[in-house]
């Protein structure tokens, strides 16, 4: 199985920050990883797909690059509504493996 | 507008079994491969099943296989998790999510569904 990592775990950050969350696979996945974003209580959002590629609606201050085992997840300047827990997940192979989540609190 | 609506959770007994459903509309259905992911209290996103739109391709995580069944009824628009040989570790809050083909892969997901295996 692909294992995913982020870092960092969790973070905290003030509003109008630039925060990056990175996602390590343990072999290769082309471009074939997504992001979301989960508030609490609510079900996942989809932010990011195919590594680089924004989900319609979703604003462009989220951006994501990367390609192979290294990616990126960045917000150019955090707003309050962006205080969540983001994960990264690989569609490269089954079994399809989330990372282990990035928190990212108010400071 | 895309809607996917879990039902059927519940608390059940280790060992029991306990069938969810997933009522999707606002979209053509029978054209999309369909997804369980849960996530346990407090924890994070678990992948648990995939199925293919005329359910020729079905796959499972390790965990579940040989006990969970994923289904599909095309005509009624729903997906379908059976639950069997339930254990403790199986409690979470299970969510559907279509897959949106190419590469989109979960881009649209359900509230989520809770369920709790204690005795």
């Known amino acids: 199985d692909i294992q995913m990592t982020q870092s960092p775990s969790s973070l905290s950050a003030s509003v109008g920050d630039r925060v990056t969350i990175t996602c390590r696979a343990s072999?290769?996945?082309?471009?074939?990883l997504a992001w979301f974003q989960q508030k609490p209580g609510k079900a996942p959002k989809s932010l990011i797909y195919?590594?680089?590629s924004l989900q319609s609606g979703v604003p462009s201050k989220f951006s994501g690059s990367g390609s192979g085992t290294d990616f990126t997840l960045t917000i150019s300047s955090l707003q309050p509504e962006d205080f969540a827990t983001y994960y990264c997940?690989?569609?490269?192979?089954?079994?399809?493996?989330f990372g282990q989540g990035t928190k990212v609190e108010i400071k | 507008e895309v809607q996917l609506v879990e039902s059927g959770g519940g608390l059940v007994k280790p060992g029991g079994s306990l069938r969810l459903s997933c009522a999707a509309s606002?979209?053509?259905?029978?054209?999309?491969?369909m997804n369980w992911v849960r996530q346990a209290p407090g924890k994070g996103l678990e992948w648990v099943s995939s199925?293919?739109?005329?359910?020729?391709?079905?796959y499972y995580a390790d965990s579940v296989k040989g006990r969970f069944t994923i289904s599909r009824d095309n005509a009624k628009n729903s997906l379908y998790l059976q639950m069997n040989s339930l254990r403790a570790e199986d409690t979470a809050v299970y969510y559907c999510?279509?897959?949106?083909?190419?590469?989109?892969?979960?881009?649209?997901w359900g509230q989520g569904t809770l369920v709790t295996v204690s005795s």
């Open positions: 999510a279509r897959e949106g083909g190419g590469w989109l892969p979960l881009d649209y």
């Open positions: 606002g979209f053509t259905f029978s054209s999309y491969s």
């Open positions: 199925i293919s739109s005329s359910s020729s391709y079905i």
């Open positions: 072999q290769g996945i082309s471009n074939y």
């Open positions: 195919a590594a680089s």
């Open positions: 997940q690989q569609y490269n192979s089954y079994p399809w493996t």
